[in-house]
């Protein structure tokens, strides 16, 4: 007989609760992972980086759904539900949570973002922001989080800097 192999099913959690949580159903038992990230839209004023649910209002949970009730789940503080299709858990790919492991810095345990790869000349478009919905040319990377475009503005072309990470390739 083949024995039941653990799976990972995804936790819908109440607003900004990811980490109330996480603790409770680890206090009951169950192994999680909440995957973390520094909030790459806020403000350049803040003071210090904003530490945030890489997916806002989920978390993960790896569990043996024979031998193990996932019933007080739903019953949990901070916990909404876990996620299903029609009776059906929705379940994660071992893959997927191993990648996103591997994506985390040693030090800190948070994930790394990093910008889509584009390249000079490569038509692109600002996602969010101020210039949220414009096009333009990606001319070059200005470090790590910063890159430079060449936009129509106003009628005229100009080089505007944004944040690298808000950018998406126009296909």
Known sequence: ??????????????????RTALAHLERQGFRCFLPLA???????????????ALF???????AVADRQSLGPVRSTCGVCT???????????PERVI????RRRDPDSG????????????DRVEVFDGPLAGLQGI??????????LLLMT???????????????????
């Open 38 to 52: 520094v909030n790459p839209y806020q403000r350049r004023t803040a003071r210090k980086p904003r530490i945030e």
């Open 82 to 92: 876990l996620v299903h299709f029609g009776m059906r858990l929705a379940t994660l």
């Open 56 to 62: 806002p209002r989920y978390l993960f949970l790896q």
């Open 110 to 121: 948070l994930v790394r973002l990093q910008p889509v790869p584009v390249a000079t000349g």
């Open 98 to 101: 191993e990648t996103i492991k």
């Open 153 to 171: 503005l106003l009628g005229t072309e100009s080089t505007v800097e944004v944040d690298a990470i808000l950018l998406q390739k126009v296909t």
């Open 1 to 18: 007989m083949q024995e039941a192999q653990a799976k990972w099913f995804a936790v819908y959690t109440k607003p900004r609760q990811e």
């Open 138 to 147: 990606f001319t070059e990377r200005k470090g790590n989080e910063r890159a």
